[in-house]
Nanobody, 123 residues
Framework: QVQLVESGGGSVQVGGSLRLSCTIS????????MGWFRQAPEKGREGVAS???????IYADSVKGRFTISKDNTKNTLYLQMNALKPEDTGMYYC?????????????????WGQGTQVTVSS
């Protein structure tokens, strides 16, 4: 059983920053396609950023230039640095592992999910 544990969420004002972390209990951590998704109330789960086994990042248009995804294979940890936050970034953020790199923002491809961490951006 693979476990993903997110942390780092919170409440910030517009323009602020947060860094989310996701620690994964799995072997071959670096070989998996991993991603961050978010879900706002009454909306579907939206892909935010992904990173594949070659460390190639992909970002949703809505976060390009503001968010950075990275991973530390020595710590089995995935990160999402979020800068210049906007109210529309508010939602529950989930990390996911073992996805399909060719369709990184399709949540159904991901095998493992964390429990989520809440991000709230207020104006």
């Amino acid at each position: 059983q693979v476990q993903l544990v997110e942390s780092g969420g919170g409440s910030v004002q517009v323009g602020g920053s947060l860094r989310l972390s996701c620690t994964i209990s799995a072997d071959n951590f670096g070989a998996a396609c991993m991603g961050w998704f978010r879900q706002a109330p009454e909306k579907g789960r939206e892909g935010v950023a992904s990173i594949d086994s070659t460390n190639r990042p992909i970002y949703a248009d809505s976060v390009k230039g503001r968010f950075t995804i990275s991973k530390d294979n020595t710590k089995n940890t995935l990160y999402l640095q979020m800068n210049a936050l906007k109210p529309e970034d508010t939602g529950m953020y989930y990390c996911a592992a073992d996805g399909y790199a060719m369709q990184p923002f399709v949540p159904e491809w991901y095998k493992w999910w964390g429990q989520g961490t809440q991000v709230t951006v207020s104006s």
